[in-house]
Structure formats: structure tokens, C-alpha cells
């Protein structure tokens, strides 16, 4: 599939931070090359040379956007990263046009002897553009999780937390049927929240499972976890839980999972929340 | 010590230092390799050929710096876990990338300023040198993406914050 392709499913690895590299190194360079023009007036080529670092830096831009699509369009709607992610992305484009821009200005123009002024200025506009977005990228792995461990899994994530309210708040044992556990496939997953609980569902060997989203680790999310087994695997650094009781199977994690109860009524499959789970 | 180690591994900036810093590297001496196959193809003239001498000599400087954060990483990762053999492949494959790149741009010095066209034995070194950094690369990113090396690291009281409010059991502070 497309998709698992521009992901890096196949490689282990996601594509989108593989190809950045390219784009951020060749804009860095060119500008670099730029105020080495102003240093060095009588150095030769220099400015022939921002020129091709630029165009190679806007063609690996491109490339890199690709996947970089593919990434954005798997976080979840209300993932806390969801709105880095825009921003990174537009900045981003941005960047595009105003390298575009500056590319076609020194085509046309005499580039053989030194970098005009307007230029130079859509190089430093370019340039902090990149590091802006470049840095709220790394924010996206290196804080949110963003594809980290997604090669490990083949079905996509759930794409939205389903938030439900159960039916008589504050009875002693409530039964909240979730609709969309009916269509679960084998090792697909739904997030879901009821009463300030969020907890993951997944069918495994054709049961239907329930426990916290959270990694007792560094809270990874449960609901983008590789299964094998009865076991869930976090995504981002592979601790283990058995899904029937929520315990470790493997660490780094040390505390057990919350696992929430799932009983099938009136052939509805939903969740029995009781006092004590909602008071633990 | 402590506030360089800190500085090292990105604390002041709420992101770890070294996947930033190795961007330069990882672009300017695959980049050097592709402007020394344009140079090779007579595209760029002599522009080329110096082009590609400030981009391995730009990676050079910036791996000045990648290499102690890397290092500062990687002496965070306890040694019975997988990602500490990884990393220890991925800092002496990058130890090799860097002296083939210093070796190569040693070859430039002399004739970068008016050849129009790259010679053979640098060349060769872009090819050899690119492909290992590939290599390695690969294997940096395998730590990240794999393994989750510095993912949630300075998050993850964020994350405790959110997990707590969703009514997660959670582990000691």
C-alpha cells in the first residue's frame, strides 16, 4: 500500500525526518555561501554555488513533502500534537514558495558576481522559517511520539477518541455500550473515553479487551500498540502488558495496567464501569 | 560538568541537540557526493567542484558538534538494553564517516579553487564515505524510531499531567 510505503512501514524507519536532512542542510549551505559572498567579494563561483545548493535544497523539499503528508494525515484529530503539526506543515510550504521565489529571482538575474540584496533577504526569511518548522518537527517525535514505533504495527490507528457518557452517572455498576466495538476487526483498536477514563479497546483472538491508554512508562499510547499474542506492545519503548489483566509481560514499564471490564448486553458490546474502577 | 552535559543534551532547548545537529552533516556529504556527480557530468564547472569542497568542509565543522551530543546520548542508554549496541555500531560507523570526509577534503586543498572537474580519488571517498553514513544513519534513526531514545524524555511530565487526568495508573514520579 502507498501509504504503509510513504510511512516506512517496509524500512523500519519513518521517511519524512529521513529526507529533511536534505532540504535543511542545502538551504543552511546556501545562505551560508550568501554571507560568504559579502566576506569574500573576490571569491569566484561562490554565488553560482548558493545557487545550486538552493536548487537541490527545493527539489529534496519536495521529496520530503510527500511522506511528510502521509505522516500528518495519521495523527489523531485530537492528539495534543495535531496543531504542531499544521503549523509545522505550513511553515513548511511556506518555505517552498519563498525558495521558489528566490530560485526564479537568481535565474533571471546576473548571478555571477554577487547575491542581490532582495535574495539574500528571502534566503534569511527561508532560513528562519526552516528552523522554526525544523524544530517544531523534533518537537513532534521527540515530545508527542509522532511515528515512533509506528512501523511495528500494520493497522492504522484509531483516527478520533470516542467520548461517551454513561447512561445514570453515579450508579453503582454502569453499562456503556460502545457501537463501534461491533466492527473492530482482529488487532484493530479504538480510543475511547467515558466518565474521564480513557481507555483502549482492541479484539484479540476475537475477544474484545479493554484497558488505560496510557504506557505506565512514559505514557505512550496503548491504542497505537503492536499486538502479539494476548500481549500489547508500547510503541515507543516496547514495554509489554497481557491485555486480559494488565499486567507486564515486559519492561521498561513496572506498574500494571487499569483494565476495565467488557461484557456483550442485549448483543451490545460496551464497557461495565463499576464504582471501584472509576474510584481507583 | 554537569550544566555542559545538560547543554549537550539539548535541555535548555526542549529538544535533543543531536538530531539536530547531524542534519548538516547528513546533508552536506551525501550533497557532496551528488555535486561531485554533476561535476563529474560537467554540469557546474568549477562552482561545482568548490561547491562540493564548502559542503564536506561545512559537514566537517558540524560534526565537530555532533559528535559530544551524540556521545552524551549515548552514555544515557543503559548498556543491557538493545539501543546501546546499536549506538555504539552508529558512533564508530560515524568516527569512520568523518575521518573518510576529512581524508577527502585533505585530496581538494590543493586544486578546488580552478579544476572544473572532480578527481577520481575524492570522488571515490564521497561514494564510500555517503554510503557507510547512510548505513549509520539508518541506525541513528532505529534508535529513535525503533527503540524510542530521548522520545518523551522532556515530555514526560506533560504526559503524566494527561494520563493522570485520564484516570491511568501511573508510576512513581
Not at chain 1, 510550504?93 to 540584496?117: K, P, T
Not at chain 1, 496510557?214 to 497481557?242: A, I, M, Y
Not at chain 2, 564515505?129 to 515530555?155: K, Q
Amino acid at each position: 500500500m502507498l501509504k504503509d510505503f510513504l510511512e516506512g512501514k517496509p524500512l523500519g524507519h519513518p521517511i519524512h525526518p529521513m529526507l529533511v536532512h536534505f532540504p535543511i542542510g542545502f538551504f543552511v549551505l546556501s545562505f551560508l555561501l550568501d554571507i560568504t559572498t559579502f566576506v569574500f567579494p573576490k571569491a569566484s563561483n561562490l554565488v553560482l554555488a548558493s545557487f545550486w545548493a538552493m536548487l537541490l535544497g527545493l527539489v529534496t523539499a519536495m521529496l520530503a513533502a510527500l511522506p511528510g503528508f502521509a505522516d500528518y494525515s495519521d495523527i489523531r484529530r485530537d492528539h495534543p500534537g495535531k496543531r504542531t503539526a499544521t503549523t509545522h506543515m505550513t511553515l513548511n510550504l511556506m518555505a517552498v514558495v519563498v525558495y521558489a521565489i528566490n530560485l526564479a529571482l537568481r535565474f533571471s538575474a546576473d548571478v555571477s558576481l554577487r547575491v542581490h540584496f532582495f535574495p539574500f533577504l528571502l534566503s534569511l526569511a527561508g532560513v528562519t522559517l526552516l528552523f522554526i518548522s525544523g524544530y517544531l518537527g523534533g518537537r513532534l517525535v521527540y515530545d508527542d511520539g509522532i511515528g515512533v514505533g509506528r512501523h511495528k504495527r500494520h493497522l492504522p490507528p484509531p483516527r478520533d477518541t470516542i467520548y461517551l457518557v454513561p447512561p445514570i452517572p453515579g450508579a453503582d455498576a454502569v453499562f456503556v455500550p460502545v457501537m463501534a466495538a461491533q466492527q473492530l476487526r482482529e488487532r484493530e483498536t479504538l480510543r475511547v473515553g467515558i466518565d474521564g477514563q480513557v481507555m483502549t479497546m482492541a479484539k484479540v483472538d476475537n475477544q474484545i479487551f479493554a484497558f488505560q491508554e496510557f504506557c505506565t512508562h512514559r505514557f505512550g499510547p496503548l491504542s497505537e500498540g503492536k499486538f502479539e499474542g494476548f500481549n500489547v506492545q508500547c510503541p515507543w519503548h516496547n514495554s509489554c502488558f497481557d491485555v486480559r489483566t494488565g499486567e507486564v509481560t515486559n519492561g521498561p514499564a513496572k506498574i500494571n495496567l487499569k483494565t476495565f471490564k467488557v461484557e456483550v448486553r442485549e448483543s451490545k458490546v460496551g464497557i461495565l464501569l463499576s464504582r471501584e474502577t472509576k474510584s481507583l | 560538568m554537569k550544566w555542559l552535559l545538560d547543554i549537550l543534551k539539548g535541555k535548555w532547548l526542549g529538544h535533543p541537540l543531536h538530531p539536530i545537529i547531524v542534519h548538516l552533516p547528513m546533508a552536506m556529504w551525501p550533497g557532496a557526493l551528488i555535486f561531485d556527480l554533476l561535476s563529474k557530468w560537467q554540469i557546474g564547472g568549477n562552482a561545482m567542484v568548490r561547491l562540493s569542497f564548502y559542503a564536506i568542509s561545512f559537514g566537517l565543522a558540524a560534526s565537530l558538534l555532533a559528535v559530544p551530543t551524540g556521545v552524551v546520548d549515548w552514555t544515557g542508554i543503559k548498556k543491557e538494553k538493545p539501543a546501546w549496541k546499536i549506538g555504539l555500531y552508529h558512533l564508530s560507523l560515524n568516527v569512520v564517516v568523518t575521518a573518510l570526509f576529512a581524508i577527502n577534503l585533505g585530496l581538494r586543498l590543493q586544486d578546488f579553487r580552478d579544476a572544473s572537474i572532480v578527481a577520481t580519488a575524492p570522488l571515490t571517498l564521497s561514494i564510500v564515505g555517503t554510503a557507510i553514513l547512510i548505513v549509520s544513519a539508518y541506525l541513528g534513526g532505529r534508535m529513535t524510531y525503533h527503540y524510542g531514545i530521548s522520545v518523551a524524555r522532556m515530555s514526560k511530565d506533560e504526559w503524566r499531567e494527561i494520563a493522570e487526568a485520564c484516570g491511568a495508573n501511573l508510576p512513581p514520579e
